[in-house]
């Protein structure tokens, strides 16, 4: 007796898709369950996604590289304006682009602007995901879907696919790669198995203490902050079953007047921005780590192409 295999299931596939959507759509939260680990840092703030992150989806019939960028937004500052240059350069880049937008939240002039600077890259294939299907009910979701469709037919931007999901209820995650996938090249993967991201640690390890110290200063800092890990060393002569590793890590922020906001009363604040992150480091990295961490002021380094430079944007 024989075996014939359809030809079609030894296909495999790599390529790159990113995510695009207004801020805090869902992106990072989306990305995060597809690969199932923390590579892209969510926070209930916009904007806080600055560095493109990749995380990816190993499947045996595929590779799956997500790059999660910045929000495009109107850009009031010299790093607003490069965080949109990096935007557009990626999406012009990559296989296809999903395109996120809240259940929750009515289509608006957000949306409207995203959608016509995709409608004008022609050649990438583009879905549609509906984000956060949790929070409404299915008369909502109907009526988000049509609306999406309709956006689409506005705008001559044609849907390969238009995809509810929840990333945080676990809902057609898996489905979203299912569809993703065959809009992929074909060809060998692109990375080793087992690589969840090629961020280099330093960046993903200064983007965790960020994270941290923007919790909780909702409305005093909200995007002054910027970290930048100085070293990461094992600490020398430790017993081999019981390392550390140092890591040495700068928080910057704009004005003097915001140290006090970042460090709290008798440092207590800045201590728990250590200890939160050590604990997401820890957890990234999988060995005990000595976090030292310094604030200083980089004047208005939102707006100095040299402080832009050093910080690594
Ligand atoms: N209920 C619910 N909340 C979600 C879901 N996905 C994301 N969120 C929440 O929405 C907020 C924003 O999510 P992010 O993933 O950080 O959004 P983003 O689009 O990456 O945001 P930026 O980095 O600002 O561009 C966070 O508070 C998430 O917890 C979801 O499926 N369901």
New binding site residues.
Partial sequence: MSVRTDSSSTTHRAGFACFV?R????????TNALVGTKV?I???R????RHTVRGIVHRPDAQLVLVDT??LHKPRTLLGERLNDIVRATWAEVDVIGF?LPADQKLGPGDRFIAKELAGIKKTPKVAIV??T??VDPEQLASQLIAVDQLGKELGIEWSEIVPV????DNQVALLADLLVPLLPEGPALYPEGDLTDEPEQVMVAELIREAALEGVRDELPHSIAVVVEEMLPREGRPENKPLLDVHATVYIERPSQKGIIIGPKGARLKDVGTKSRRHIEALLGTPVFLDLHVKVAKDWQRDPKQLRKLGF
């Fill in positions: 959507g801020p805090n759509a869902g992106k990072s939260t989306l892209a969510t926070s209930t916009p904007q806080t996604t910045p929000g996120c984000t956060k949790d929070l929840s990333a945080v209820g």
